[in-house]
């Protein structure tokens, strides 16, 4: 079965450097059948899809965030990294990780981490 | 990017009740439709993929139709915790988008 968890500071100051990690666990950041997807949600809003990262190198992000974004995988500890540049407090969120597999009818984002809240904040 | 209009934002009901949500995209998905479960404070859970198909383990009152644009989510018959967030997911194009949610409430 596997398991996701997300980690890293839960505040940010302005004009800084976001980063977040999901540990991998039961599953394999190298598998070539699954996509490993950051997803994050502010306060009260709705989810956003941010990206996500395949096969350990190929990535696509959301257009949105798409100059501030980067996404990378660590084999060796088996696990995945978030990146937001030149955070602002409209980055404030739950940041969660997730898989997106194929499943029997079809792709999904079938687990998900439990989130981290992230403050951006002076 | 392709926008997904969920209806209602909120929805009043009681315990037995059968509920419909709806998902519209502003262009043609075919199936590719997810419907997501979040209770507060928690990650949402896959309820539905591929805009019909049950996930393991879900419940059969949850049910999911559709193709192309429109979409529907039906709870046969409500659960006292079935009163939370549900959120419909494409993943038929990048960037995958979400509708804006649907909280539904004990009337």
């Known amino acids: 079965q596997v398991q996701l968890q997300e980690s890293g500071p839960g505040l940010v100051k302005p004009s800084e450097t976001l980063s977040l990690t999901c540990a991998v666990s039961?599953?394999?950041?190298?598998?070539?059948?699954?996509?490993w997807s950051w997803v994050r949600q502010p306060p009260g809003k709705e989810l956003e899809w941010i990206g996500y990262?395949?096969?350990?190198?190929?990535?696509n992000y959301n257009p949105s965030l798409n100059s501030r974004v980067t996404i990378s995988a660590d084999t060796s500890k088996n696990q995945f990294s978030l990146k937001l540049s030149s955070v602002t407090a409209a980055d404030t969120a739950v940041y969660y990780c997730g898989r997106r597999q194929r499943l029997a009818l079809g792709d999904a984002l079938d687990i998900w981490g439990q989130g981290t809240m992230v403050t951006v904040s002076s | 990017a392709i926008q997904m209009t969920q209806s209602p934002s909120s929805l009043s009901a009681s315990v037995g009740d059968r509920v419909t949500i709806t998902c519209r995209a502003s262009q043609g998905i075919k199936k590719d439709l997810g419907w997501y479960q979040q209770k507060p404070g928690k990650a949402p859970k896959l309820l539905i993929y591929?805009?019909?198909a049950l996930q393991s383990g879900v419940p059969s009152r949850f049910s999911g139709s559709g193709s192309g644009t429109d979409f529907t989510l039906t709870i046969s018959s409500l659960q006292p915790e079935d009163f939370v967030t549900y959120y419909c997911?494409?993943?038929?194009?990048?960037?995958?988008?979400f509708g804006q949610g649907t909280k539904l409430e004990i009337k």
């Open positions: 997911l494409q993943d038929y194009s990048y960037p995958l988008t």
């Open positions: 591929a805009a019909s």
């Open positions: 990262i395949y096969n350990s190198g190929s990535t």
């Open positions: 039961g599953g394999s950041v190298s598998s070539r059948s699954d996509y």
